[in-house]
């Protein structure tokens, strides 16, 4: 997500400071498809379009975190505290049409009393365990809780303990989950080590593992995912007044996390680099199978402001 002050100017200067959630619901009234991009010849990925998700139509914006399942079921979590589910319906060569079956609801943390605030609302990661269970990273208050269904309660799930020198609003946005079950997680903006790595930890509770991560320069870790393979790939967003939001996709191989140790240092190889991506605000990614090819999806989170979208883009491994 961004900052709090920093959604307050974009609004401001645009003067629809004034206007407030409520008078944005009313800009767009439907879920509806977006065209493939236009991606460098030789890309590593293939787009097969997209849908632009309106928050008039969900109910809620500030989409951080998403899973896609085999069955196309779509999973999303945001940083207002909800939780969406949705089927997507692709045409038959794989063309995005529509979210059918949309359910919505707030998140249950499982406290019997939710600290003030947005302390256990600030939703930004979501990753699946291999016994299906759901894993939800807050900021704010920084914290994981795990939850048997996503519309169901949570409970506590240990994460390292120097998490909580994590910045308010630069923690948990990245967590992924291995096919052997570990899990790596990458901070936004706790910044470790006397070489300016990002604080990163590979394994679990009770036994994580601190690594460093590296992004490129200017550029923040938003979102991580696990391969079948065994590698990650992680989402690296930009902002500037001058050049706008800007994303990327890169790639940590799965020899690279096999013999991860104390202090190795992570560092991605580029999938999609920013001129490949529209000017949005990229915080999710998630990998899926379909048609006995491999797939992800992107999502951008429109921090609900009229000058940003929720896109939704779906592609293709093209070998």
């Known amino acids: ?17 004034w206007l407030g959630y409520g008078g944005l619901r009313g800009w767009l009234a439907e879920i509806s498809p977006l065209a493939p991009l236009p991606l460098p010849p030789g890309a590593a990925l293939r787009s097969r379009g997209g849908l632009k998700l309106d928050r008039a139509a969900i109910g809620y914006g500030g989409w951080s975190g998403l899973h896609v399942g085999d069955d196309l079921t779509l999973s999303a979590v945001s940083d207002q505290g909800y939780w969406m589910q949705g089927r997507l319906a692709l045409d038959a060569a794989g063309t995005p049409l529509a979210l059918e079956g949309l359910r919505t609801g707030a998140i249950d943390s499982g406290f019997w009393l939710e600290p003030p605030g947005r302390l256990t609302s600030d939703a930004e ?29 949570g409970a506590i799930w240990p994460t390292p303990r120097e998490l909580v020198d994590a910045p308010l609003n630069a923690g948990l946005e990245s967590l992924a989950v291995l096919p052997d079950g570990r ?27 601190k690594l460093g991560y590296r992004p490129a320069p200017g550029f923040v870790p938003s979102d991580a995912c696990g391969l ?17 939001f800007r994303g990327r996709l890169v790639r940590l191989p799965p020899e690279t996390l096999a013999a991860a140790g104390p202090g190795t240092l992570l560092q991605g190889e580029a999938l999609l680099e920013a001129d490949a991506l529209p000017r949005e605000n990229w915080e999710a990614v998630s990998a899926f199978s379909h048609a006995g090819e491999r797939w992800l999806a992107m ?15 779906l592609f293709s491994w093209t070998s």
Do not use: K
Not at 228 to 244: K, N
Not at 299 to 313: I, K, M, S, Y
């Open 183 to 209: 899990c790596l997680a990458i901070t936004e903006g706790l910044w470790t080590g006397p070489h300016g790595w990002l604080a990163a930890w590979l394994g679990g509770p009770g036994r994580w593992v």
């Open 1 to 17: 997500m961004i900052r709090r002050n920093r959604r307050s100017l974009l609004l401001a200067g645009l003067g629809l400071g």
């Open 228 to 244: 079948p393979d065994g590698g990650v790939l992680v989402v690296e967003r930009a902002f500037s007044y001058r050049q706008w």
């Open 299 to 313: 999502l951008t989170d429109d921090n609900e402001v009229p000058v940003q979208r929720g896109l939704l883009h």
């Open 125 to 153: 990661s979501l990753a699946r365990l291999p016994d299906g269970s759901w894993l939800i990273g807050f900021e704010r208050w920084h914290h994981v809780t795990r939850h048997a269904r996503l519309d169901g309660p």
